[in-house]
């Protein structure tokens, strides 16, 4: 008498292999999308990456707050606001980052603001610079002091 075997599951071999191929096929799927989103990023949207600026100085000692800022990114910035503490504040006379045109590489300008209610001399707060494109700069200034 002839026995016949029927099979009832795949052989260790060739599952070993379906789960190779599997977790290859899945490494290459996010390697090409981690690729194009990062691609996409430097390349077209990332305005945000090459946008930076930097607090040379700042002068705290009255009730008149003037910071000097440089751009020290790769591309021209245009300023849209200026938060103090979280509050959204208007700038003097003689300030020099709000003008039409961009600030360019390498170049400086000046905000000069007079925050209310005037803060306690040794206190430190919190200065916020929103660019155009959504880039936020915070900087911090301690009032009575000049650096």
């Known amino acids: 008498m002839k026995t016949v075997r029927r099979l009832k599951a795949v052989s260790p071999v060739i599952s070993a292999l ?3 191929a599997i977790a290859v096929a899945a490494s290459i799927l996010l390697y090409v999308f981690v690729a194009g989103y990062v691609g996409s990023l430097t390349s077209t949207g990332g305005q945000q990456t090459t946008e930076r ?3 040379d100085a700042y002068n705290y000692r009255t009730s008149l707050l003037s910071l000097t800022l440089r751009n020290v990114g790769g591309t021209a910035v245009l300023i849209d606001q200026v ?3 979280g509050i ?3 700038t003097q006379a003689g300030s020099t980052c709000f003008d039409t045109v961009p600030l360019d590489v390498q170049a400086t300008c000046i905000i ?3 925050p209310t209610p005037v ?3 040794g206190t430190s707060h919190t200065f ?3 660019t155009k494109s959504g880039a936020i700069f915070a900087f911090t200034v301690v009032k009575g002091q000049a650096q």
């Open 112 to 114: 000069n603001m007079t």
């Open 18 to 20: 379906l789960l190779i």
């Open 88 to 90: 959204i504040v208007n």
């Open 83 to 85: 938060y103090f503490d």
């Open 128 to 130: 916020k610079v929103v």
């Open 53 to 55: 600026l930097q607090m």
């Open 119 to 121: 803060p306690a001399a």
